[in-house]
Every structure is written in structure tokens, then in C-alpha cells.
């Protein structure tokens, strides 16, 4: 821990993970919030799949261009004009009466304008920390975000289920801005700037370790969203237990990426990692409707979550030059965001065909490729003990911008 805490006293390291953490809180509302009002309003956890796939699809199609528009316009400008678009389709979804295929289209419009923190922040970093502190501080990051999934899921499900569902889409709208304000009004925003990349624009897909990443995002994200659904099938929600356990799948997280942030990455992390995630989503099926067994085997897959993500996060960075990392991470991003969409969407359908348990085979299935092609591809990943996870420099030097 004292690593973790020497990192956190750099200057603006911990104001722009608090930041950033705040900005990206509904991330971690909107999916649960939008399966509990589309399934209430409709009578439909496909119907609420498609909601999700569609918001999930416009997030991947936009995250690699608005990456790339920072380098181009400066991180505040997209950051800016993304949040308004995206703020006010949020509110719409929770104040307006819409037919499913209405909901599909305002939620493809928040999903194409989503603010692209997650790639600006992971571009941040490696300028505020030297290069030894860079591969935990992107645990830390990973650990750190899991504060979403603890308290996502829990106030979503809160206000759903004790105000409204339309109340907690509302709620995300409004943690959407007021994060949003104080992320791009941080000094550390003004003061990085992405230069402009030289390659065509999807040219650093043919980076294999960006490649390999951005597919085993997907396939780990997809059983994430999967999990989700499936959880959420399964306790219904008129009661918390839904919300606490996924807040324990995020419990596990955390401690996982805290307790592995400082473990060098070797090209067979991401397998290992992701072989745990699979174990325990593959025991959840066994008895997926009691509450215990399903909080243990959950939190048994958690703990290679964060973990992984560190390794995904880490082994980018490394294998780009950073004029790139933007672009390369907003790629990743699009990865797990299909994986959701996709996810998401079989979770539905299958829950409606064979109940819950079709959510967790489901779930099982991703988590599974995803732990094989990294162990089959593992020469395509970096191997960072005794090295550093720092981008490659740029040839010119990156001007800065006064804050």
C-alpha cells in the first residue's frame, strides 16, 4: 500500500482519479438503471438488451474518432461538446414517454457522444507520474474505478427501486455534468496535450498487442455485461440483493487489482488472469439462484477483473507511440463496449428463452475464449518485468499547454 500511497501524494495524481472517477460514475448506473425502466415499461429484458446493444454500439463507433479528435482540437473542446449532446439524451431517456425503438434512438445518440474520458485520462498519466510508478498507477486505476461498480449498481438500484427507475436514468444525467464540469475544468487537462497523429486514422490497429487487447476486452467485457443481466434476472428488482451482489463482484475486483498492481506483467498475465475470471462465473452456474453461493463464486471472478484491465491498460501504453495512445485506447474502448452491446444482448434473449442461468452460460462462454486467445497470442504481448509501461516518445517534442 505505501506504493500506492507515494504515487497518490504526486501532484494532481489523486485530483484527477477523484475527477475522472466522478465523471465516469454513471457508467457504472446508466446500464443497470436502463435494463430495470425498459424491462418495467415494456415487460421485456430483450427489449432492454437492444437498449443497452444500441447505447454500447454508439459508444464503440465514436470512442476511436473522438479519441483521435483530441489530438486534432484539444481534449477540453470534445470533452466539452460531447457532454452537452450527451448529458441531454440521458434526460431525455428519463423524463419522455418512448416506444422501444424511440429509446433505441435517443440511446444511439448518448451513446455516439459519450465525453471520451477513459481514453483521455489513461493518456494523462504517463505525464504526471515517472515510469516506474506507471504500471500501478494503471492498477490503481483499474482498482479505483471499481468504486463505480460498488456504488453504481447500488444507487441505481436504490433509487429504482425505492423512487423510480426514470429516477435513477435522471440521477445519471445529472452525475454525468456535474463529473463531467469538474474533470475538464481540471488543471491536468489543460496542461497535457495530445499531439496530432501522423498515421490514418484505425492504421494503429496493426499493432498486434493493440489488436489482442481490444479483443479480449470485448470478450471480457461482454461477460461482465452478461453477469449483469444475468444477476439482475435472477433477484428481479424489487429488492437489493441484486445491487449487493454485484457491488461484491466489484468488492472482489478491487482487492484483486490492489493486492496484484505491483506483480510484474509477464506475457501470460492476461491469460492467467482471465482464466480466474472465467473459474468463478463458470461456479455461479452450478446454483445460480442462491444468493451466497452466486456473492462467493462472483467474487472469486472479480478478483481477475481489475487485474486484467491493468494488463490491458499497461500493455497499450507500452506498444504505442503517444501521439497513438489516445486513438489506441479509445480502439480498446470500442472492444468492450461492443462486448457489451453483444453481451448484453444475448444475456436478454437467452434469460427470456431459459431463464437466468442462459445469462451465466452466456457470461461462461466469453469469459472462456477470453482466457484461451491471450494464452494462444501470448507472444503479441509485451513482457514489462524490468521495464516500464511508458508510451514510446513521439520524435518531436509535445508542446504544453498553459492551464
Same mark, same amino acid.
Given at each position: 500500500?505505501? %506504493?500506492?500511497? @507515494?504515487?497518490?501524494?504526486?501532484?494532481?495524481?489523486?485530483?484527477?482519479?477523484?475527477?475522472?472517477?466522478?465523471?465516469?460514475?454513471?457508467?457504472?448506473?446508466?446500464?443497470?438503471?436502463?435494463?430495470? $425502466?425498459? @424491462?418495467?415499461? $415494456?415487460?421485456?429484458?430483450?427489449?432492454? %438488451?437492444?437498449?443497452?446493444?444500441?447505447?454500447?454500439?454508439?459508444?464503440?463507433?465514436?470512442?476511436?474518432?473522438?479519441?483521435? *479528435?483530441?489530438?486534432?482540437?484539444?481534449?477540453?473542446?470534445?470533452?466539452?461538446?460531447?457532454?452537452?449532446?450527451?448529458?441531454?439524451?440521458?434526460?431525455?431517456?428519463?423524463?419522455?414517454?418512448?416506444?422501444?425503438?424511440?429509446?433505441?434512438?435517443?440511446?444511439?445518440?448518448?451513446?455516439?457522444?459519450?465525453?471520451?474520458?477513459?481514453?483521455?485520462?489513461?493518456?494523462?498519466?504517463?505525464?504526471?507520474?515517472?515510469?516506474?510508478?506507471?504500471?500501478? &498507477?494503471?492498477?490503481?486505476?483499474?482498482?479505483?474505478? @471499481?468504486?463505480? *461498480?460498488?456504488? %453504481?449498481? #447500488?444507487?441505481?438500484?436504490?433509487?429504482?427501486?425505492?423512487?423510480?427507475?426514470?429516477?435513477?436514468?435522471?440521477?445519471?444525467?445529472?452525475?454525468?455534468?456535474?463529473?463531467?464540469? *469538474?474533470?475538464?475544468?481540471?488543471?491536468?487537462?489543460?496542461?497535457?496535450?495530445?499531439?496530432?497523429?501522423?498515421?490514418?486514422?484505425?492504421?494503429?490497429?496493426?499493432?498486434?498487442?493493440? &489488436?489482442?487487447?481490444?479483443?479480449?476486452?470485448?470478450?471480457?467485457?461482454?461477460?461482465?455485461?452478461?453477469?449483469?443481466?444475468?444477476?439482475?434476472?435472477?433477484?428481479?428488482?424489487?429488492?437489493?440483493?441484486?445491487?449487493?451482489?454485484?457491488?461484491?463482484?466489484?468488492?472482489?475486483?478491487? #482487492?484483486? %487489482?490492489?493486492?496484484?498492481? $505491483?506483480?510484474?506483467?509477464?506475457?501470460?498475465?492476461?491469460?492467467?488472469?482471465?482464466?480466474?475470471?472465467?473459474?468463478?462465473?463458470?461456479?455461479?452456474?452450478?446454483? #445460480?439462484?442462491?444468493? *451466497?453461493?452466486?456473492?462467493?463464486?462472483? &467474487?472469486?471472478?472479480?478478483?481477475? &477483473?481489475?487485474?486484467?484491465?491493468?494488463?490491458?491498460?499497461?500493455?497499450?501504453?507500452?506498444?504505442?507511440?503517444?501521439?497513438?495512445?489516445? @486513438?489506441?485506447?479509445?480502439w480498446v474502448g470500442t472492444g468492450q463496449l461492443i462486448g457489451a452491446a453483444i453481451g448484453s444482448a444475448i444475456a436478454g434473449f437467452l434469460i427470456d428463452a431459459n431463464g437466468a442461468i442462459g445469462a451465466f452460460w452466456a457470461a461462461a462462454a466469453f469469459a472462456l475464449?477470453?482466457?484461451?486467445?491471450?494464452?494462444?497470442? $501470448?507472444?503479441?504481448?509485451?513482457?514489462?518485468?524490468?521495464?516500464?509501461?511508458?508510451?514510446?516518445?513521439?520524435?518531436?517534442?509535445?508542446?504544453?499547454?498553459?492551464?
Open positions: 500500500m505505501a %506504493g500506492y500511497i @507515494e504515487i497518490l501524494r504526486m501532484p494532481g495524481v489523486a485530483r484527477i482519479i477523484a475527477a475522472q472517477l466522478t465523471a465516469r460514475l454513471p457508467s457504472g448506473m446508466l446500464s443497470l438503471s436502463i435494463l430495470l $425502466h425498459v @424491462e418495467r415499461v $415494456h415487460g421485456s429484458y430483450a427489449a432492454a %438488451g437492444l437498449v443497452l446493444a444500441t447505447i454500447s454500439i454508439g459508444q464503440a463507433v465514436s470512442g476511436p474518432l473522438t479519441s483521435r *479528435w483530441m489530438g486534432a482540437w484539444g481534449m477540453r473542446r470534445v470533452l466539452a461538446l460531447t457532454l452537452v449532446v450527451c448529458s441531454t439524451a440521458v434526460f431525455v431517456l428519463a423524463l419522455v414517454p418512448l416506444s422501444v425503438p424511440a429509446m433505441m434512438g435517443v440511446a444511439l445518440v448518448a451513446g455516439l457522444s459519450t465525453p471520451p474520458i477513459q481514453p483521455a485520462v489513461r493518456t494523462i498519466y504517463p505525464k504526471i507520474v515517472n515510469s516506474r510508478q506507471l504500471t500501478p &498507477l494503471f492498477s490503481l486505476d483499474a482498482s479505483a474505478q @471499481e468504486i463505480i *461498480w460498488v456504488a %453504481g449498481p #447500488v444507487l441505481a438500484t436504490f433509487v429504482a427501486t425505492q423512487i423510480a427507475t426514470s429516477a435513477a436514468i435522471l440521477l445519471c444525467g445529472i452525475m454525468l455534468v456535474i463529473g463531467g464540469i *469538474w474533470f475538464i475544468a481540471s488543471p491536468e487537462v489543460g496542461r497535457v496535450r495530445i499531439p496530432r497523429s501522423k498515421r490514418n486514422f484505425g492504421v494503429v490497429l496493426k499493432k498486434p498487442t493493440v &489488436l489482442l487487447t481490444t479483443v479480449v476486452g470485448f470478450l471480457l467485457v461482454g461477460s461482465c455485461a452478461a453477469v449483469e443481466a444475468g444477476v439482475v434476472a435472477v433477484f428481479g428488482h424489487d429488492g437489493p440483493q441484486a445491487g449487493i451482489v454485484l457491488a461484491i463482484w466489484s468488492i472482489g475486483s478491487l #482487492v484483486g %487489482g490492489l493486492a496484484l498492481g $505491483h506483480v510484474p506483467i509477464s506475457p501470460w498475465s492476461l491469460a492467467r488472469r482471465m482464466t480466474l475470471v472465467f473459474a468463478g462465473t463458470a461456479l455461479a452456474i452450478i446454483m #445460480v439462484d442462491d444468493f *451466497w453461493w452466486i456473492s462467493i463464486t462472483l &467474487l472469486i471472478s472479480g478478483i481477475g &477483473l481489475a487485474p486484467a484491465l491493468a494488463v490491458i491498460f499497461a500493455s497499450v501504453s507500452s506498444s504505442v507511440k503517444f501521439s497513438d495512445t489516445a @486513438e489506441a485506447y479509445g475464449i477470453g482466457a484461451i486467445v491471450p494464452a494462444i497470442f $501470448h507472444r503479441a504481448q509485451p513482457d514489462l518485468r524490468g521495464r516500464d509501461a511508458g508510451p514510446i516518445p513521439d520524435t518531436e517534442p509535445v508542446p504544453v499547454q498553459p492551464s
